[in-house]
């Protein structure tokens, strides 16, 4: 009896050891490596930016302007082509933003629903991130409040969108939230908007959480940062 007693303490130990170096593994490791592609991502764009790969705007007659951008060249999966920021969630918080939402993507970075608008375009810039693990992008998503920025650039523009809704639960199904228009966020018209979403509860995928915002101002990158990310 005691050697049972003796054997299944052990396994019990065993069992708690391995759990918490997955534990461990998930939290630490997975973040660390989230981290170190996420900033990698970002000095590739800014590499890419002060190479002037990103074409310059005409100043033609009738040439788009930051209120009616030009439409930017096709995405490429799997490849950034913005960065993010939200000072609800931190003045140091910025993230990259990639073109899919594959598991590979989302581990680098914020991943753009391919079916959706291109930033800054007519209709909705839908945008993905993890709430927990591979850097946490998301983990404070809960924070976000009606009137926050959510500013973007591409190098050649600032976007700065303002909340309207959120967060707003729903299921994974229901993919109505990335509409061009989305039924529940209250919007009745086309527009310039963006949607993010990320998983709910914190530790579990069983829902969604929602946030829409529309396009409140553009401004070109020259112009210096826009107002939402001045200290």
Known sequence: MRVIIRTLSEL????????????????????????????????????????????????????????????????????????????????????????GTK????KKGLGHYASTAQLGQEGNFAVAGHRRTYGDPFKDFPKLRSGDAVVLTDGRT??????????????????AVIDPVPPKSGYTREGRYLTLTTCEPEWGR?????????????QPVEAGKPEALRR
């Open 12 to 99: 019990c130990i065993t069992v708690g050891s391995v759990i918490v170096l997955f534990v461990a593994y998930v939290l630490l490791w997975t973040g660390v490596k989230a981290d170190s592609a996420m900033d990698d991502q970002i000095a590739s764009l800014q590499d890419r930016w002060s190479k002037g790969t990103v074409a310059a705007e005409s100043e033609e007659p009738g040439a788009p302007t930051p209120e009616n951008p030009e439409p930017p060249a096709p995405y490429q999966d799997g490849d950034s082509f913005a960065v993010m920021y939200i000072p609800r969630l931190g003045f140091t918080w910025n993230k990259p933003v990639l073109e």
């Open 206 to 218: 069983s829902h969604r959480l929602i946030v829409w915002a529309h396009l409140d101002a553009t």
């Open 103 to 106: 598991t590979d993507t989302l």
């Open 158 to 175: 600032w976007f700065t969108y303002r909340i309207d809704k959120g967060p707003y639960k729903t299921v994974p199904t229901d993919i």
